[in-house]
């Protein structure tokens, strides 16, 4: 079963977007990872992760733009220019609304951008329909 990894800073976004997947039945494991280089460790298998065995890329990211040590943009942009991991998709979900944050996320290759509604009920809608596409529907290379 695949998975989803989200690379996310805030324990408070992170436990609702827990909560919306399980409301929208979606049962595939989810990997956290608290900023943009545990995000990279894991996902070249380096530092803390350098021992995992599991071979398979997430089936998507979602990926904060606001990130301690490496930034989504800096995430991205390293995504891309390995060829291991140049197809995952990745979504930048955040709560900026900032243009320069959209057109450097869409320039640095994510799949998406999406802003996080700060009412919860927008919030569980956005990620249920997330998951759902991502994890359910979405046909990879």
């Known amino acids: 079963m695949k998975s989803l990894l989200l690379v996310e800073d805030n324990p408070h976004d992170e436990m609702l977007l827990l ?12 990997e956290v990872m608290r900023d943009g280089q545990q995000a990279l460790d894991y996902l070249f298998r380096e530092g803390e992760f350098a021992g995992r065995s599991d071979l398979d890329l997430p089936a998507v990211m979602l990926l904060d733009i606001g990130l301690p040590r490496l930034n989504g943009l800096q995430v991205l942009q390293r995504l891309r220019a390995d060829p291991r991991t140049r197809l995952l998709p990745a979504v930048i979900l955040t709560s900026s609304d900032d243009e320069r944050d959209r057109l450097g996320s869409c ?3 994510a799949n998406s951008f999406v802003n996080k509604p700060l009412d919860f009920g927008e919030f569980a809608q956005t990620l249920a329909r997330l998951g759902l596409y991502w994890l359910a529907t979405n046909e990879p290379p």
């Open 19 to 30: 909560r919306a997947l399980r409301k929208a039945n979606l049962i595939n494991p989810v």
């Open 107 to 109: 320039e640095g290759g």
